[in-house]
């Protein structure tokens, strides 16, 4: 699940603040003897985390590949964490779930969250450069650097910057590394919103696709990157800088 889903459930899952949670289970690994009676005094994200916020520490969800969640209803397949308010159910299914003990600002650099009003591109731009050899496709995903960004966005971001996605980081000419930046939270922010009204797919230019819209080419389709990663692109407008 990508950045900009975990903020439309951040909004769904508002109610949460401040409501103390009366029933907990799952077959999640943590002690769920420490959130029973626990009131939420907050619910964030950090990139692909989900956080559910207390006093003393945070239960941290990762939905991973094919993660769920369903609100005052259950799936047929085993609960991951179920907490119970007094008007409120929410499940969680097939995620990773632990505790943080730390307070968040020591945990996380919100200002690489590409999601969050602390952002910072300037930050992004150095990072990225440290390492010029780097594919561009792995730099997205990249979680230190663009926290959010996730397989969808970096096939989207490639094609709409005609960017090939075996092409080097440090090739990029400096406006493209630039547009490159910028874009990652640009379409970061469509994807949102096209999300919210349920007409994200119907938006896709190049993910899922049989032809380029470009140039009428065949999209082809290869496993690209360090971890390897389902890309879609065009050999046709997608420039290789290398």
Not at 142 to 170: C, M, W
Request: hydrophobic share 40%; aromatic share 12%.
């Amino acid at each position: 699940m990508e950045g900009p889903s975990l903020v439309i459930l951040k909004e769904q899952l508002a109610f949460l603040r401040r409501r103390k949670v009366l029933a907990v289970s799952g077959n999640t690994r943590i002690d769920l003897n420490r959130i029973r009676g626990q009131t939420i005094t907050d619910v964030r994200t950090f990139g692909k985390h989900f956080l559910i916020v207390f006093r003393e520490f945070t239960i941290r969800i990762h939905f991973l590949m094919f993660g769920s969640y369903r609100i005052n209803e259950r799936k047929e397949t085993p609960v991951r964490l179920c907490l119970v308010t007094e008007k409120d159910e929410v499940n969680f299914y097939s995620c990773a779930v632990i505790l943080v003990e730390d307070d968040l600002d020591s945990v996380y650099d919100w200002s690489a969250d590409v999601m969050s009003d602390e952002w910072d591109a300037k930050k992004a731009r150095k990072k990225l450069k440290a390492n010029p050899d780097r594919n561009v496709g792995d730099a997205l995903l990249d979680q230190t650097i663009f926290a959010g960004v996730g397989n969808i966005i970096k096939n989207e971001v490639l094609y709409r910057l005609e960017i090939h996605p075996e092409s080097k980081i440090g090739k990029l000419p400096p406006r493209k590394l630039t547009a490159f930046i910028n874009e990652a939270r640009n379409y970061s922010f469509d994807f949102y919103e096209w999300k919210k009204i349920f007409v994200l797919s119907k938006n896709w230019l190049i993910y899922k696709k049989k032809k380029c819209r470009r140039c009428n080419l065949p999209v082809r389709l290869e496993q690209t990157g360090a971890t390897p990663r389902r890309t879609f692109f065009c050999e046709g407008c997608q420039k290789l800088y290398r």
